[in-house]
């Protein structure tokens, strides 16, 4: 009976100590956790409402979350009575050894985040990044995802594509097709341009305004090379850049228009 009464007693005091702690940790999460959900969901409505990037808008708002999260139990543990100093120095401790352990993907992290800020480039435009042709297919938080001409999947870090040079061509609506051709040297240019001018006004893809050109480029060691520069929507890119290739020849043959290639001449002694 007095090991009963002891016990007691000690459940008691126990109570009495730590009880009022105990009912108001728990409150203070449960308030808490209240107040996150509800700065969440306003956070969430404002960059809704701002059009924030959807891969964007979920990290960041994640990522408030954890952090709210984290400080709120770091309270409730200091409601309890526990020194948080040391546990507050083993986290920071923990979140420099991440840091340094994924150095690289957080710059990837850093440079998607730029990204989808800066917008250099959306999904479905033909651009050149860190030796890659390709049209966006993706963009993620780490990495951007193209499709190559060849139909072939480049995954490119964002760190890299961030930080480097980015060729868009498809930003301004509009691309010029650059062939070149060359023709004899005893060829008449005023007909063999009008002709090349002809085959590409033809092209419904060729653009109108700005009009396509041909122009005289370089006097060659057996040819007199001409500029033949269409322009087009890109996505009709390759469609242009091959027609206009074909085109040239078919309509230089049309017109007796020479094309001259290397030839060979054989002296026997």
Same mark, same amino acid.
């Given at each position: 009976?007095? /090991?009963?009464?002891? *016990?007691?007693?000690?459940?008691? $005091?126990?109570?009495?100590?730590?009880?009022?702690? #105990? #009912? =108001?940790?728990? @409150?203070?999460?449960? &308030?808490?956790? *209240?107040? #996150?959900?509800?700065?969440?969901? +306003?956070?969430?409505? =404002?960059?809704?409402?701002?059009?924030?990037?959807?891969?964007?808008?979920?990290?960041?708002?994640?990522?408030?979350?954890?952090?709210?999260? &984290?400080?709120?139990?770091? %309270?409730?543990?200091?409601? @309890?009575?526990?020194?948080?100093?040391?546990?507050?120095?083993?986290?920071?401790?923990?979140?420099?050894?991440?840091?340094?352990?994924?150095? =690289?993907?957080?710059?990837?992290?850093?440079?998607?985040?730029?990204?989808i800020i800066f917008k250099p480039y959306k999904i479905g435009d033909l651009i050149e990044a860190q030796g890659v042709l390709g049209n966006?297919?993706?963009?993620?938080?780490? %990495?951007?995802? @193209?499709?190559?001409?060849?139909?072939?999947?480049?995954?490119?870090?964002?760190?890299?594509?961030? /930080?480097?040079?980015?060729?868009?061509?498809?930003?301004?609506?509009?691309?010029?097709?650059?062939? %070149? +051709?060359?023709?004899?040297?005893?060829?008449?240019?005023?007909?063999?341009?009008?002709?090349?001018?002809?085959?590409?006004?033809? /092209?419904?893809?060729? @653009?109108? $305004?700005?009009?396509?050109?041909? /122009?005289?480029?370089?006097?060659? $060691?057996?040819?007199?090379?001409?500029?033949?520069?269409?322009?087009?929507?890109?996505?009709?890119? *390759?469609?242009?850049?091959?027609?206009?290739?074909?085109?040239?020849?078919?309509?230089? $043959?049309?017109?007796?228009?020479?094309?001259?290639?290397?030839?060979? +001449?054989?002296?026997?002694?």
């Open positions: 009976m007095e /090991n009963a009464e002891v *016990w007691i007693d000690k459940g008691i $005091d126990f109570i009495m100590v730590f009880g009022p702690k #105990i #009912i =108001g940790a728990i @409150l203070i999460y449960i &308030i808490g956790s *209240w107040i #996150i959900k509800k700065l969440i969901g +306003v956070a969430n409505k =404002g960059m809704t409402k701002q059009q924030y990037d959807e891969s964007l808008k979920k990290f960041l708002l994640n990522l408030a979350k954890w952090a709210l999260t &984290i400080f709120l139990i770091i %309270t409730v543990i200091s409601t @309890l009575g526990v020194e948080t100093t040391s546990f507050a120095a083993v986290i920071a401790a923990a979140g420099l050894a991440i840091g340094l352990a994924l150095q =690289g993907s957080l710059s990837n992290f850093a440079g998607g985040v730029l990204l966006v297919k993706e963009i993620e938080i780490f %990495t951007t995802k @193209l499709i190559t001409p060849e139909n072939k999947l480049a995954i490119v870090p964002n760190g890299a594509m961030a /930080n480097g040079n980015i060729v868009n061509y498809t930003a301004e609506g509009k691309i010029r097709v650059d062939t %070149t +051709v060359g023709v004899a040297y005893d060829s008449d240019l005023q007909k063999t341009k009008e002709v090349l001018l002809a085959m590409l006004v033809s /092209n419904p893809k060729v @653009l109108k $305004d700005p009009a396509p050109s041909v /122009n005289v480029s370089e006097l060659a $060691d057996s040819s007199v090379n001409l500029a033949v520069r269409p322009f087009c929507k890109p996505e009709d890119f *390759w469609d242009v850049y091959f027609a206009t290739i074909e085109g040239t020849k078919k309509a230089l $043959d049309t017109a007796g228009i020479e094309i001259p290639y290397p030839h060979e +001449v054989q002296i026997n002694k």
